[in-house]
Structure formats: structure tokens, C-alpha cells
């Protein structure tokens, strides 16, 4: 507007001194200069020429595609059922008859502890026990013998033969012998439960398989001293598996864990099987938290088994990725996921709406929407938008702070900037941008950011 005015200015000054003293060709050159000028007024405010182009952005349509949500978790493979086996008795370990990697039945002889000591005690119960029933039976013969003089003599006393104080001492000696009887048989008990207590302890000085399975990890070796669970935790002697049946334990962030149900569909890559995918199903979700870290940097996870359905030789301990399979949705209305943004609600400006940015003749329009489901590349539109709405998915540092409703901003397609009123190449040259896909107020993957390269 201010050049304008100058030119007019100017224009209108060669006109009044061309006219005052009659000069054509100043006359002429203030017409044509005002024309000039005007021209340039009217292109201007067509945007035929010096229209700013503002923000360069890429855009993307809507469309309808198929979208399962996934969570991604990792952890070790391991069997469903692992039993591990500790000793309950110490001592040597005189006969191993397994390696690891055998595969037992149940029953089978896996770990014989020396059982001299054991045996020992055996003979020494027995020997008590025995001791123990020879004192009853002593008992009972005298119990015997106080009992047939106690009535005669009562016969006595009734006569009058004997003194009252006669009478008592051998009524008294009569209760004492039944006494006598009683701790006998009580003594003979106690020996027979300490016989069948040695008995127990020789037995488990062999250790048994006590289901069919495979020994996946042996701890001992030949003539090595153990510890038995009598006193303490107990040396863990071997692990069994049944290796035909393996799971996946993982840790899922308590973000996560509401979306993950029993039965779930999971694809598992193992990378000792690099390029392979197998499938999996849910079988177990923790009530309790893992809690670990400290107070300031904790992190709440919560462990996931994921049964293997298929049978691959697997081992104990393996590496895994899983990507748990929460929701399975088709034929629906998505945008890519780096067009979502959020912004300060102007009904409350103390939270945050989600939003797109629309692309409608070089210029921005605001549009809050309700999203749904998503995955890495799309992300599901409940309300908002509708099927083939242009919108702007980049770049990340002009979607998630730049730019606003009713901007002015300039397409890149094909290395060609494009826009409401202005159409041109910047130096003949393509331009690229990669754009970082990530929605704000979500945490962008390692490596990935927001990238512009102009052309060389």
C-alpha cells in the first residue's frame, strides 16, 4: 500500500509540472506511471505477485483402512511347567545317573545322596523302638503281679486281717505299676514315630522324577556336598521341564495392562530365529505390580505369559519381542497418526483438545476430533472428520507449536511448493522433508526426528 501511494505520488508530480509546462512526454510518462502503479496495487491484492507463501507443510488425505493395536512388550522364553528340585536331607552326592538335556520319566532315580548317616539313625530307632517294648512288656508283668496282690490283700483288709495302713501301701503300689504301663506304651510310640521318621530321611536320600520331563538345567555334579531344606533355602539340584509346551514372560507397563485380555492374539519373534514369526495367545496376566527402580524413577510393570502355539525347538532363556494384539478394527476412518495434534481448548483453556490441521486453499482450519485406536503408522477418527479431507501431517515442529487456525501455509508435493495464491520452484531444485511421525504428548522413537533437507 505504502509503494502505492509513493508511485501515485510521484505519478501525479510528473503530470502537474508535464501539464503546467506543456511538456507531453512528462505528462505521458505520470499517466503511465499511475497505470503502472495501479496495476501492480490490483496484482498485489490478487496475489498475482508478492503473496507470502508462509509455512511449507505436507499434507495427507483421509481414508478408510484396517487397524489392529498392538502393545509391543519383550522378555525370556521359558516352559509353562518347570519344577526345580532341592534336596531334603544333607549330605554327598554319591550317584548321578543324569545329564542335562535327558529326558526322564516319572519315577526315575535322578540324585542318590550318601545315606550312611541316615541308615545310622534307622538302626538306632529301630533299636529304641525295640528297648521301648521290652520296658512295656516289663511293665505289664509287673502291673500284672501288683494287680493279683492287691486283691488278695483286699480280702485281707475286708477280713480285718491287715492294718488299713498295710492295705494302702500296696493299693498304692498297684497304681503305680498301671502308671508304669502307660508311660510304657506311650515310650513305644514315640520310638515308632522316630523310627519312621529315619525311615523318611534314608528314603529321601534318593531323589525321584516326580513328573515326565526333560532336566533343562543341572546344577551339581558328582561327589559335591548339599544342603537340605531341613535347615535352610537348600541347594537347588536340577530343573525340570516339559519343553514341549513354552511360554513368553513379559513385562507390560501399567499404561498398557487395561488393554490386554485374557486370549489376546500375539505375534512372537524369537531372535534366535531371526525373520521368523510365531504366534501366541495370552494365557496368564498378574494381579500384582513389579515395581522396580527407585522412588523418584520407578516403574510399575506387570507380568504377561504368553503361550507358544507353535512347536519350534525352543530353549530355556531365549530372547523375545511380542506385539500383543488389543484390538482389531476394519474398514475404518484413520488419518496418518502425525497429523493429530493437541491444543488449549477454548472452551477450558486449562486442558488440551486433540486436533488436525484441515488444508483448504493454502490457508489452515482448526479442527478438533475424537480419536480411537491406533498403530504405527494410522490412528482412528470417531469424530471430527470425514472420508477424503485433506490434512497436514508435517512437518513435526510447525504441527505440534506453529501453526494455528486460519494460517497461511504453502504445499510441498513432488518437490513443487504449492499454495493458495502462488505457485513456483525455489531454485529449480527439489526440496524433501522427512517427517517425524509422532502425536504430541506421546514420546517420539529413538532416532527419529524432525528432519529437513533443502536441496543441494
Not at 290 to 311: H, P, W, Y
Request: proline share 2%.
Amino acid at each position: 500500500m505504502a509503494v502505492f501511494i509513493i508511485l501515485t505520488l510521484i505519478a501525479g508530480a510528473f503530470f502537474y509540472f508535464g501539464r503546467k509546462n506543456d511538456n507531453k512526454i512528462l505528462k505521458y510518462f505520470g499517466i503511465g506511471l499511475f497505470a503502472l502503479s495501479l496495476i501492480l496495487f490490483i496484482a498485489r491484492q490478487a496475489g498475482w505477485v508478492g503473496a507470502e507463501e508462509g509455512t511449507f507443510v505436507k499434507t495427507g488425505m483421509t481414508a478408510r483402512n484396517d487397524i489392529i493395536e498392538t502393545v509391543a512388550a519383550s522378555g525370556k522364553i521359558q516352559p509353562e511347567v518347570e519344577v526345580k528340585l532341592s534336596p531334603d536331607v544333607s549330605g554327598e552326592i554319591v550317584a548321578l545317573p543324569i545329564e542335562e538335556g535327558d529326558e526322564v520319566l516319572k519315577g526315575d532315580l535322578l540324585v542318590k545322596i550318601k545315606p550312611d548317616t541316615y541308615l545310622s539313625m534307622l538302626q538306632r530307632s529301630e533299636a529304641a523302638l525295640n528297648t521301648s517294648k521290652a520296658n512295656l512288656a516289663k511293665s505289664q508283668a509287673q502291673l500284672m503281679e501288683s494287680e493279683a496282690n492287691f486283691s488278695r490283700n483286699k480280702k485281707l483288709y475286708n477280713q480285718g486281717a491287715i492294718s488299713a495302713s498295710e492295705f494302702e501301701q500296696i493299693e498304692s503300689a498297684y497304681k503305680v505299676a498301671k502308671l508304669n504301663v502307660e508311660s510304657s506304651e506311650y515310650a513305644v510310640s514315640s520310638s515308632q514315630a522316630s523310627l519312621e521318621e529315619a525311615q523318611e530321611n534314608l528314603n529321601k536320600t534318593s531323589i525321584y522324577a516326580p513328573v515326565n520331563g526333560t532336566i533343562s538345567r543341572l546344577n551339581v555334579e558328582l561327589g559335591e556336598r548339599v544342603v537340605g531344606t531341613a535347615q535352610m533355602a537348600g541347594t537347588e539340584l536340577l530343573r525340570l521341564a516339559n519343553l514341549r509346551e513354552m511360554e513368553v514372560a513379559v513385562e507390560v507397563n501399567e499404561n498398557d495392562i487395561n488393554r490386554v485380555s485374557m486370549g489376546d492374539t500375539t505375534v512372537i519373534e524369537v531372535d534366535a530365529f531371526l525373520g521368523d514369526k510365531f504366534k501366541g495367545i495370552v494365557s496368564e496376566i498378574a494381579n500384582s505390580a513389579d515395581v522396580s527402580g527407585a522412588s523418584a524413577d520407578q516403574v510399575t510393570n506387570f507380568e504377561v505369559k504368553i503361550r507358544i502355539l507353535d512347536k519350534v525347538g525352543f530353549r530355556p532363556g531365549m530372547t523375545a519381542t511380542v506385539d500383543i494384539q488389543t484390538s482389531d478394527e476394519r474398514n475404518i476412518l484413520t488419518v496418518p497418526i502425525q497429523a493429530v495434534t493437541t491444543r488449549k481448548d477454548t472452551a477450558n483453556e486449562d486442558e488440551k483438545m486433540e486436533c488436525v490441521f484441515l488444508f483448504e486453499d493454502g490457508r489452515t482450519v482448526l479442527q478438533k476430533v475424537e480419536t480411537g485406536i491406533q498403530d504405527d503408522q494410522n490412528i482412528q477418527i470417531l469424530s471430527g472428520l470425514s472420508d477424503s479431507m485433506e490434512v497436514i501431517t508435517g512437518p513435526y515442529s510447525a504441527l505440534s507449536k506453529k501453526l494455528k487456525d486460519d494460517m497461511r501455509v504453502s504445499k510441498e508435493e513432488d518437490g513443487e511448493v504449492k499454495g493458495g495464491r502462488s505457485s513456483r520452484k525455489r531454485g529449480g531444485k527439489k526440496r524433501a522433508k522427512k517427517n517425524r511421525v509422532h502425536v504430541e504428548g506421546k514420546q517420539p522413537k529413538d532416532g527419529e526426528g524432525d528432519e529437513r533437507e533443502r536441496g543441494r
